[in-house]
Each structure stands twice: as structure tokens, then as C-alpha cells.
């Protein structure tokens, strides 16, 4: 007990003082970061570190968007969120899920948790990218920010059976009318943006901007607001410099934490209950395989026949000619070609990246003139990658809708004559 | 009818479509705001009613309870105005050593050391304003002469009272914010009315240094914290992250790495996104007529690579759906599919441009962009609803097998 006051750990060999400078660090970098004394009681398991802990995962955990929401949670709530939100990514240990619900034991465990999620990903600098405060008039190039939101949260109708196609339709026709209006919306914003660029010309300090930007004119316009903006910024300042100072010891942390396992008891290899599930969703899970894997075959069988055409249209053409020197080692240099397109293309699906798409949110900058500015998005680039998603996504629909009239079909049975039309889609 | 459960899922995903889209509409308005607001006349920082530019209004303003004035006010209001009477008097003598000699007489405590708020003091003190019509006109000649008087960068204005005509002096008070050019502003501002509009005088605003020494720190740590993230995958922090890992896993007792739910729905994602991109491929290679027998072996090459790929991802496929046969979910909201852009490994912010020409060429583009988020939402209903359907007979085909 009176090492309480005493880091004692072996492995700080830097120091015993660049330890708690880490975690210090380490804590600045994350909202919500707990004091540096939580982690140490951590490690010796002590209760009364725990809820701060619990507290820390939930919010790094939770969704962005659900900040405000989630804030007034109960602990139970988070115990359970942030229990499920672990399992769901795969965390390996199985005492996680039989701590106690009300959030009272388990730190050291909790612990744990938090560097398994660190070790996994570079965590602090991505909450930090997330609450970055925006200075530019920002425009996402991609939809992935609208894909990664959270989906229908509670269903707002639980309808009990089955549900009238004509709710559907409305709702549709609901959505349809709300795409218009936002459409509309959209054009005003952004002939108000283009003005408010062009009356601010030649009035910011970086020259490659060149002009304001709404957040920067009406920081000018309201001062107050402006004092609010800067301390927001300031604040995320000290977050990066903290997470700076976080990469640049961390080792330490690492070498601690593996002292920290070491503490624990081995995890007896229980028989784990099986997480349930619910039926509809491993339907859903199913499905899903199950159409990816159809779709790849109609894909195979494709490929299939029009290389078989090509092949035999080739050997039936060459078979005439000889065989010389300089055509095997054109036919190698070929070879080779053509190896390294499919494998760049590999490479694009497998590290989750589209063949150079733009991503993520640039910030708008209007410059007439027409020089070649390499390094820079130009609007037209984008509208071009744009309408060739929009072509293919048409077509995607298409197909889509035709195999979902297919399945109907098989759906309704063994009634030949009964042809399913789906709600008109605009 | 729809079968039932396939529906509530339905009704489920409209219902968030719905609220995604009020969501987006919500932010839209709110910058529609913001942008209106701007680019109309900007009212002083004392967010008191909109900035009269003429005289005469000013007399409907006076009973505005922010600047109720108190007796001291009253009183020094009644000496300011005996100063200005005999500023009147001396208009013809501009000189600014003689205006600079008034202000610190008239300085005080609570009250405006500037001359230039004489515009608005006729109007604060109700007993005054039956002199405001007499002193409406000598008061815009004050302004003329008192404009060199305003290069002082700093005055004291009353919080209350700040009722500056001139709405480009008002933001000289606060610390911070200015204008580039005082003068060249001021000097303009005689002749036109005393509003500031964004149109007329955008291009004299200046930021503030305090606000761009912190955006220069802030892009500055940023591109510290990108470049950062490479070095770490050969050195030994890199090295301990993965034993740390390897660790908690084998303390678990579970047996080797298991997909996680996520991960197996990633790795669908992905083999999806291999099958359009293949496809797109092999479009590509089919509609593009050969010249010679050198484009016509390369076209045959690269299909029989898409097809060699193609059993490979199928077989890939095949071996996630031995290994779950079914796929437990997270309790709670069904997830999306994982976006076709790259993940969280990437940049995480850095500041990226995007440079436009015109006011058409932005409107195509962010159309363009909402009718892409659109049609993607319709795909994905369209999945929904196969994905029910295919999985029900699946699991029918194998109950009833």
C-alpha cells in the first residue's frame, strides 16, 4: 500500500518520471481523458478507477453524432454500449463481458480494452480528425462521411405484420420530395458561397487561398463568435501537441502494459457462450455473402465465355504465322504488363481504396484562372469522377431491381402467371 | 403485401433514409443562415436592432433598453454635446491636433473617447432628442473631420451603448479583428452610408493575428502528426503494439485470430467492390477495339487475369462462408456497407483543395454529389430487400433439407 505513491515499474527505463509524462500526454489527446492516477490504480485493480474508464471507452466508442445524446447516459447504459461496441470488433478476451453492469469493477480489464484499441489503430489522432474544427467551407468529394453515419437508429413504426405496400410507396415518395428540397437548398448555399468568395478576394494571409471563408467571415462579422472559434481551435492545438508528445514515448506505455498483462490471472478457456443472434440479421449476413458470391459467378462465367471467343479468335490467327524470337519476348513484356495492371488494381480493392478516387472533405477555393496546378482538386476532375459513379450506380439499380423482381417471383411461389411490379423509382 | 418481417426492415431503413436526409437539410439551413446573414449589412457586434443609415431613424431607436443611459452618462452626454456644438463652430479648422485636444477632455470612464461616436449620442439621451434634427446635420460634418481622428486602433467603446453608424469602427474596438486600411476605409465611408457590406468592402477585411497564428500552428501540427505515422511502422513502438496484440490474444485462451463480425462484412464489402471494379474491367477490355495483334494478346491477357481473379475472390468467398455460417451481429442498428473510399489507416486530415471557377461549376458538382448520395441510397434499399429475401430462402432451403 505504500507504493502507492511510487510508480514502480522496471520497465520505464527512461525514467521514472516519463511515464506518467506519457500518460499525461495520452490523456490530453482523447476527450474525456482521465488523470493519469486513474491509470496507475488501474493496473492494481482498483475499483474506484473503474467508471472513469468505463466512461472513456463509451465515448471513444460511440458514434460521433451521438455526442449530445449520449452524454446523459446512464453508467449501465455505457457498460452495456461500450461491452457490445468491443465484441463487435472483435476483442478477444471474454472477462470484458462478465464485468459487472453497473460499472463498479474491472478496471484493470477496462484498461486493457483502451490499449487493445490503441494498439489497433492510431485512435487519438483520429478523434481528433473528427472533432477538427473547420475553418474552410468544406465539400466532402465522396460520400463516405454520409455512409459511415449511424443507420435507422429505433424503428420508428414497428409495424405488427405485415406492412401495406402503400406506406412503403409513401415513404418513398416522403424521401423523394426531401431529395428535391435539399437539392434546392443546396444550389442557394452555394451560389451564397460563391459571392461571399468573390467579395473576399484578395484578403487572406495564405496566398493560396486567396479569399475568406464563411467560418472566417463571419468570425469577422461576430467577433464573439470569433473568440469561441479561436479557443476551439487552440483547444484542438493542445490536443495535437499532446498526441505529438504521445507518439513520441509511447514506447514506454507499450513496455508498461505488457507488465500490466502480465498481472492478470490466464483466462480459464471456459466454454464461451455463443453472443445470440438474431434471426434476422444472420439472415441478413447470409444474404449478403450469398449475393456477393452470385454475383461473382455471373461475373466468372462471363469472363469465361468472352475469353474463350478471344482465345480461339487468337490461336486461330496466330496458329497461322511462326514463332519467332522477338515474338516471345514481346509476348513477355506483355505478360508483364498486364501482371502489374491486375496487380495494382488487387491492390486498389484490397487496401479498401477505390482506383484513385478523391476522398474525404477538401475545402473550396475559387480560382478563375486556368493554370495547372498539379497538386490541387480541380471541380472539374470531380464532376467527371462523379458522373461516371452516377452512370454506374444506374446501372447498379437496374440490375439490382431486375434480380429483386426475380426474387419476388420465387418468393410468391408456384404461381406462374403472377408478375411482381415494384414501386416506380424515379 | 410485403412479408412481414422483410417490410419492417423496409419501413425501418425509410424511416432512416428519412431522418438522414432532415438531418442534412437541418446543416443546409443553418449555413443558408449563416451565408445570408454575411452577405447582407452587417449589424454592430452590440447586437442591438439593425443599423439605421438614416438620420431620422435613429429617433424610433431611443428607447432600445440596452442603452439606457444612466445619470453620469447623462451628464457627460450633456458635456459632449457642448464640445460638439463648438466643434461645429469650428469645422473650418480641421487640423487634428485640435480634434485630438478635444478627445482626451471628453474622456471618462464609461464613455466613448471617440469622436466619431458623436453620430450616435444625439439619439442616446431622450431629453436630447429634440436637438437631434439640429444636430443630425453638423454631426455628419464632424464625421469628415473626425475621420483622420479614428486611426487610434484602440478605443474604448461602451459594451451598452455601441450604436457606431459606422459599422467598420465598431470592429476596431474589439481586440483583434481590423481592417487593413483604416483610413482608406473611413475616408470612403462619408460618402457612402455608414453600413458595412460585404459586397462593397470584402476585400479590405483582415483576419486577426492571434487567429492566424493559431490556424498556422494548427495546419503545422497537423502535417507533424501525418508524417508521424509512417515512421511508426518500422520502429520498435510498432514492434511492441503487435506483441501487445499477439499477447491479449493468446491470454484469452481462444483459439488463432477470429473474423469479427466486422471484419467478415468488411471482407464482403471489399470482394463486392472487387466484383464492380472487375466488371468495369472487363467492359473496358471488351468495348475497346484492337489495332494489332499486340492490343488484341493484351486484351486476351488481362481477361483471362480478371478471370483468374474473379475464381479467386469466389474462393475467398466460399472460405468466409464455411467459416461463419451465420455471422452474429452486434446488437442494435444494422451497419452499412464499408465505404469504397480508403478507411481510417489513411491522412486523417489534411488540408486538401478543391478549386472551382464559377458559380455554375460549383452548383454541378454538389448536385452531382447529392444525386450520387441519392442513387447510393437507393441501391442500398434495393439490397435490403434482396438480401431478406435470399437469406429467407436460404434458410427455408436448409430448415426444410
Not at chain 2, 442591438?48 to 442603452?67: I, N, V, W
Request: glycine share 8%; proline share 8%; net charge positive.
Amino acid at each position: 500500500m505504500g507504493r502507492r505513491r511510487r510508480l514502480v515499474d522496471p520497465a520505464a527505463e527512461a525514467g521514472a518520471g516519463a511515464l506518467p509524462k506519457v500518460i499525461a500526454a495520452l490523456s490530453r489527446s482523447l476527450p474525456a481523458g482521465p488523470s493519469p492516477e486513474i491509470f496507475r490504480r488501474a493496473k492494481f485493480d482498483r475499483p474506484e478507477a473503474a467508471p472513469a474508464l468505463w466512461q472513456l471507452l463509451f465515448r471513444l466508442l460511440s458514434p460521433r453524432s451521438a455526442d449530445g445524446a449520449s452524454a446523459s447516459l446512464a453508467l449501465e447504459a455505457q457498460v452495456c454500449l461500450v461491452k457490445s461496441a468491443l465484441r463487435s470488433q472483435g476483442y478477444p478476451r471474454l472477462v470484458l463481458a462478465q464485468l459487472p453492469e453497473d460499472g463498479s469493477r474491472g478496471s484493470r480489464e477496462l484498461l486493457l480494452a483502451l490499449s487493445w484499441l490503441l494498439a489497433r489503430g492510431p485512435l487519438p489522432e483520429q478523434l481528433l480528425a473528427q472533432a477538427h474544427v473547420q475553418l474552410g467551407d468544406e465539400i466532402p468529394v465522396c460520400e463516405c462521411e454520409a455512409l459511415a453515419s449511424p443507420g435507422p437508429r429505433v424503428p420508428h413504426v414497428e409495424a405488427e405484420g405485415p406492412v401495406d405496400i402503400r406506406c412503403v410507396q409513401w415513404l418513398m415518395g416522403r424521401l423523394r420530395f426531401r431529395w428535391r428540397c435539399l437539392i434546392a437548398s443546396q444550389q442557394e448555399q452555394c451560389t451564397l458561397l460563391s459571392k461571399i468568395h468573390l467579395y473576399t478576394r484578395g484578403c487572406h494571409s495564405d496566398q493560396r487561398l486567396g479569399h475568406l471563408s464563411v467560418a472566417e467571415t463571419e468570425m469577422l462579422r461576430d467577433p464573439e463568435g470569433g473568440q469561441q472559434l479561436l479557443r476551439r481551435l487552440e483547444r484542438e492545438n493542445t490536443g495535437l501537441e499532446a498526441a505529438l508528445e504521445w507518439r513520441r514515448g509511447e514506447l514506454v506505455f507499450w513496455r508498461w502494459m505488457d507488465t500490466v498483462l502480465g498481472a492478470c490471472p490466464p483466462e480459464a478457456p471456459a466454454a464461451a457462450t455463443q453472443p445470440t443472434f438474431l434471426p434476422r440479421i444472420a439472415e441478413r449476413g447470409l444474404g449478403r455473402l450469398e449475393l456477393a458470391a452470385r454475383e461473382l459467378r455471373a461475373l466468372q462465367e462471363e469472363l469465361c465465355e468472352a475469353t474463350g471467343r478471344r482465345r480461339a479468335a487468337w490461336e486461330a490467327r496466330v496458329g497461322g504465322q511462326g514463332r519467332g524470337p522477338q515474338w516471345s519476348s514481346a509476348r513477355q513484356a506483355l505478360q508483364k504488363a498486364v501482371e502489374q495492371e491486375l496487380a495494382a488494381l488487387r491492390w486498389a480493392w484490397e487496401q479498401d481504396r477505390g482506383p484513385a478516387r478523391p476522398h474525404g472533405p477538401h475545402r473550396l477555393v475559387r480560382c478563375e484562372d486556368e493554370a495547372p496546378g498539379g497538386q490541387h482538386l480541380r471541380a472539374a476532375e470531380v464532376i467527371q469522377a462523379l458522373r461516371s459513379q452516377e452512370a454506374c450506380l444506374e446501372a447498379a439499380l437496374r440490375r439490382l431491381q431486375g434480380q429483386c423482381r426475380q426474387e419476388l417471383a420465387r418468393l410468391a411461389g408456384a404461381l406462374p402467371g403472377l408478375i411482381w411490379i415494384l414501386p416506380p423509382r424515379c | 403485401m410485403l412479408p412481414a418481417d422483410c417490410s419492417r426492415r423496409l419501413v425501418a431503413e425509410l424511416q432512416g433514409a428519412l431522418d438522414a436526409c432532415a438531418e442534412r437539410q437541418l446543416q443546409l439551413e443553418q449555413s443558408l443562415r449563416v451565408s445570408r446573414r454575411l452577405l447582407r449589412t452587417w449589424e454592430p457586434a452590440g447586437t442591438l436592432a439593425p443599423e439605421a443609415r438614416l438620420e431620422p431613424e435613429t429617433k424610433e431607436e431611443d428607447h432600445s433598453p440596452a442603452c439606457t443611459p444612466g445619470p453620469q452618462d447623462l451628464k457627460e452626454l450633456e458635456l459632449l454635446t457642448q464640445a460638439l456644438k463648438k466643434a461645429v463652430l469650428a469645422r473650418k479648422v480641421t487640423s487634428k491636433a485640435g480634434e485630438r485636444a478635444k478627445a482626451p477632455s471628453l474622456k471618462s470612464g464609461s464613455f466613448a473617447t471617440s469622436p466619431g461616436m458623436t453620430a450616435s449620442t444625439p439619439s442616446w439621451a431622450p431629453g436630447q432628442a429634440g436637438s437631434c434634427a439640429s444636430e443630425a446635420k453638423p454631426t455628419r460634418g464632424i464625421r469628415q473631420t473626425t475621420v483622420p481622428a479614428k486611426g487610434h486602433p484602440e478605443r474604448r467603446l461602451p459594451s451598452a451603448g455601441n450604436r457606431a453608424r459606422v459599422g467598420v469602427g465598431a470592429r476596431a474596438t474589439r481586440p483583434g479583428p481590423g481592417l487593413r486600411d483604416q483610413h482608406v476605409a473611413l475616408s470612403a465611408a462619408p460618402e457612402a452610408p455608414e453600413s458595412f457590406t460585404l459586397k462593397e468592402k470584402g476585400s479590405l477585411l483582415q483576419l486577426p493575428t492571434a487567429f492566424r497564428k493559431a490556424a498556422s500552428q494548427n495546419s503545422r501540427l497537423w502535417a507533424q502528426l501525418t508524417s508521424a505515422q509512417p515512421r511508426d511502422s518500422t520502429n520498435a513502438t510498432a514492434a511492441a503494439k503487435t506483441y501487445f496484440l499477439q499477447q491479449m490474444q493468446t491470454a484469452s485462451g481462444r483459439p488463432g485470430p477470429v473474423l469479427s463480425a466486422a471484419e467478415v462484412e468488411a471482407e464482403v464489402g471489399r470482394l463486392q467492390e472487387a466484383c464492380s471494379l472487375l466488371r468495369l474491367h472487363m467492359k473496358e477490355e471488351l468495348s475497346a477495339a484492337p489495332t494489332d495483334w499486340t492490343q488484341e494478346y493484351r486484351c486476351l491477357l488481362t481477361l483471362e487475369g480478371l478471370q483468374a481473379i474473379a475464381g479467386q475472390c469466389l474462393h475467398r468467398l466460399q472460405e468466409l462462408h464455411a467459416e461463419q455460417p451465420v455471422a452474429p451481429c452486434p446488437v442494435g442498428r444494422p451497419s452499412r456497407a464499408p465505404p469504397p473510399c480508403g478507411g481510417g489507416a489513411g491522412p486523417f486530415w489534411s488540408p486538401q483543395l478543391l478549386l472551382y471557377s464559377s458559380t455554375q461549376e460549383l452548383q454541378t458538382l454538389a448536385a452531382l454529389r447529392l444525386r450520387v448520395a441519392m442513387l447510393d441510397q437507393q441501391v442500398h434499399l434495393e439490397k435490403v430487400l434482396l438480401e431478406q429475401e435470399v437469406g429467407r430462402l436460404l434458410l427455408n432451403g436448409r430448415t426444410a433439407g
